[in-house]
């Protein structure tokens, strides 16, 4: 049996589940996969931890209902893309990297390689030393000059 999920802002921002029985209800959307699948697999948990309604797919919601989900989401995620590695300060750790992302051109420091981690083929999530998650979606698909410089981290 499937439904149409209804999704909404409350007098306060928040997000809310409509039921099919329309009963409302604060939630928080919780990616399944964020990186191998961010449009796939989301589930709507309330204040209590419990799953209240599945998303399969974003694509599957009404153009209202998908805007505020993917609002809500914006708002608590924050990982800029790495397009492009412009320099390194040093190929030993820690270093200085100058990279321009999906957000704009910003610096990160590396403190150590295992602060790379390779995830779903071919992509690689980088921690800097201030604790934000920076992602590379295709390490192959970056230029010539990025690769060169990732390589020697890997």
Known sequence: MTHT????????????????????QQVNPVRSFPIAAPTEGIGLVNAEGEEVAWITRIADLSPASREVLEADLS???FMPVIERIRSVSSFATPSTWEVDTDRGPTSLVLKGEEDIRRLVRPALLIAD????????????????????MLDRFL
């Open 5 to 24: 999920i209804t999704l909404e802002r409350n007098s306060f921002g928040q997000l809310v589940f409509v039921a099919p029985d329309g009963t409302r």
């Open 75 to 77: 708002t608590r995620e």
């Open 129 to 148: 030393s201030r604790g934000i998650n920076f992602l590379i979606r295709d390490r192959y698909a970056l230029d010539a000059h990025s690769k060169k």
